[in-house]
């Protein structure tokens, strides 16, 4: 179509709703439903009807009518016999990631995509249905339903190492890494992990993708207590966030980097990368979290910290990943602290102790149980009279070391003598 050719009937109905679509929604979703179910069916009309599809979703999200849009990717089965097989799967990926931003539509997401797989097989597309395939493993895994995930993913996996379909090999083995490590099991998620690198580095990667294999990576080498090689992948994945316009996800990667600074004990580069180009640029309550838990973990204060995960709740209990380190963060610090303060003592009331650290009674001897069995240090509960008895720690005596060493070194100049005495007398008899 030339410059100065005036737009087709179509077209101008589709510019016209798009006007509407920011002032008053519902009319315009209106407007484009009327274009979708028009009856002309030239090429024209086709690309405009594909048009009015993908913003009718973006209206509907808006308007957070999730059944709208489940009924919309009904409506168009018949549609989607008279266009390509690959406009259909992008048509029908696009609505289901539309439906993702309806609030707490998890639900409906797996009932469409079931419903979508269903149509998927009466229909023999194997391409769209494995990527639906995908997309339903994954929502099983955010609703924790870990082992629907790990069955569904191990069939999907089986079926397209034979058709070696790798770019959505790397998206299949990441969702089954991310589930095993849900499920505590990392040798199983570092396998799946290494199975998604090796796809990925056969083929172009999108950023996106690779940024979420980074993370991977630094969660799985976090959980390893190697928090300097998770720092680099969680820096690798939180620049790729960025650059892809992912703000939400940039953040919580920082906040990850962050993290692997506090737990290497140097809570000062925390506020070091807060006070750069980084931290200025993704301000918020966030990283205001991690700025008070560096805090307090640098002050060694055991009451601070409570507080600050107290008064910062939304940010790093909601977290799964930040609260799982947290909880060792904070069960080191506790050990810490009760063993200052039993230190001058070689018998002290636990009551004496729960009441210097402002901590239940309870928790305070569960503690000192552990601490013992793990052998921090050496001593034993009195339950009868709710004390803790501090035995001194064995000093090694160097006298008896070298004692051992002068009579092993003895022995052997013995045997050495026996040696040569026995090589004298064979001579003499000789």
């Not at 549609?79 to 406009?87: C, N």
């Not at 993290?259 to 180009?277: D, H, Q």
Request: glycine letters at 6%; charged letters at 25%; aromatic letters at 6%.
């Amino acid at each position: 179509m030339g410059a100065d050719t005036a737009p087709s009937p179509l077209e101008a109905k589709l510019a016209a709703a798009a006007e509407l679509s920011g002032t008053k929604p519902a009319e315009a979703a209106a407007a484009y439903e009327q274009l979708i179910v028009s009856a002309e069916t030239g090429e024209d009309a086709v690309k405009v009807k594909e048009q009015a599809i993908y913003q009718l979703g973006e209206v509907y999200a808006k308007m957070g009518a999730g059944d709208k849009l489940g009924a919309l990717l009904t409506n168009l089965r018949p549609f989607f016999a008279v266009i390509p097989k690959a406009k259909t799967a992008k048509i029908v990926r696009s609505l289901i990631d539309q439906v993702a931003k309806v609030p707490e539509s998890s639900a409906l997401q797996m009932n469409l995509c079931r419903e979508s797989i269903e149509w998927c097989k009466a229909e023999k597309r194997s391409f769209l249905r494995q990527r639906i395939q995908s997309r339903l493993a994954a929502l099983l895994l955010g609703s924790k339903q870990y082992t629907d995930a790990l069955a569904l993913l191990s069939e999907l996996l089986t079926e397209v190492k034979k058709l070696d379909d790798k770019p959505l090999l790397v998206e299949i083995s990441l969702t089954e890494s991310e589930t095993h490590h849900a499920l505590r099991n990392l040798p199983r998620a570092k396998a799946s992990l290494t199975a998604a690198r090796t796809a990925a580095n056969a083929i172009y990667c999108p950023p996106l993708l690779q940024a979420q294999i980074d993370l991977m990576s630094g969660t799985i080498h976090a959980d390893e207590k190697d928090f300097k090689t998770a720092f680099s992948y969680f820096f690798e994945a939180f620049e790729n966030f960025d650059t892809a316009g992912q703000p939400t996800k940039a953040v919580d990667t920082l906040k990850y980097m962050l993290l692997s600074k506090i737990m290497m004990n140097s809570p000062e580069e925390v506020m070091a990368i807060m006070a750069g180009k980084i931290g200025l640029r993704h301000q918020g309550p966030g990283l205001e979290a991690m700025r008070a838990v560096a805090k307090a973990h640098k002050q060694r204060s055991l009451e601070e910290f409570e507080a600050t995960i107290a008064a910062h709740s939304a940010q790093l209990n909601e977290d799964a990943i930040i609260k799982h380190h947290l909880g060792s963060l904070y069960d080191m610090l506790l050990q810490e602290n009760i063993v200052r303060v039993i230190e001058p003592y070689s018998t002290v009331e636990t009551a004496h102790i729960a009441k210097l650290m402002k901590l239940p009674l309870g928790k305070i001897e569960h503690k000192l149980s552990q601490m013992i069995l793990d052998k921090r240090f050496n001593g034993i509960l009195d339950a009868g009279a709710g004390c803790l008895i501090v035995y001194p720690s064995d000093a090694s005596d160097k006298a008896y070391d070298e004692s051992l060493e002068t009579l092993n070194n003895m022995g052997r100049v013995v045997d050495a003598l026996g040696l040569r005495a026995s090589g004298l007398a064979a001579a003499v008899k000789a």
